[in-house]
């Protein structure tokens, strides 16, 4: 792999960097979660801010750079011999529990009547099927596309993202991925206790 060996290392370090990313940012949910779960009043602008980030750049361009290496590496995939999950399938459940995760804080913030132990649940479910989720990718999905994948199928797949991520509208949304970002950002700091 010698022309194409950056490609593969670039596609593969852009989505471990966004791996990273999102797990920081499950690390701040599981906090508000955990104050909701003790009665105490989280940061509802923080959350909102998260569902933004998980419903958009996570769902509409990470998970779709990975559908295409994904499909790329069943073409070489030998499924009578190796397990590969459906993660195109995993990305769709993720999908529908993100939305399940905003509609329970659309209703926690509306004051409609449902135990906070539900919301609580719906949320922490979110939060373990991502990070099972990613947990996968990065120790069997991500190897096995390294070992298996030809210098060409890099090069191949790097045009391909190139092209997704010059979209319109995916540009659009990698520009509102990073103003989430700084605005998540600017809240960390805005709850940082002032030093003395």
Request: hydrophobic share 35%; with cysteine.
């Amino acid at each position: 792999m010698a022309e194409y060996a950056n490609g593969m290392n670039k596609t593969i370090d852009t989505l471990r960097s966004e791996h990273r990313t999102t797990s920081s940012r499950l690390d701040l949910l599981e906090r508000e979660i955990d104050a909701l779960r003790e009665g105490a009043t989280p940061d509802y602008e923080l959350i909102n801010l998260l569902v933004q980030y998980f419903n958009g750049y996570a769902q509409q361009l990470h998970h779709v750079k990975e559908d295409l290496v994904y499909r790329r590496l069943l073409t070489s995939f030998d499924r009578t011999q190796d397990a590969l999950p459906d993660l195109e399938e995993e990305h769709e459940q993720l999908a529908g529990q993100v939305a399940a995760f905003a509609e329970a804080m659309e209703h926690v913030q509306s004051d409609a009547e449902i135990p906070m132990g539900q919301i609580v649940d719906i949320c922490t479910q979110y939060v373990t099927a991502q990070r099972k989720h990613m947990e996968l990718e990065e120790t069997l999905f991500f190897p096995k596309a390294r070992e298996r994948l030809s210098d060409q199928d890099w090069a191949d797949l790097e045009g391909q993202i190139a092209q997704i991520e010059a979209a319109p509208g995916n540009a659009s949304r990698r520009q509102e991925a990073d103003a989430l970002e700084q605005e998540i950002h600017v809240q960390m700091q805005d709850e940082q206790p002032a030093d003395s």
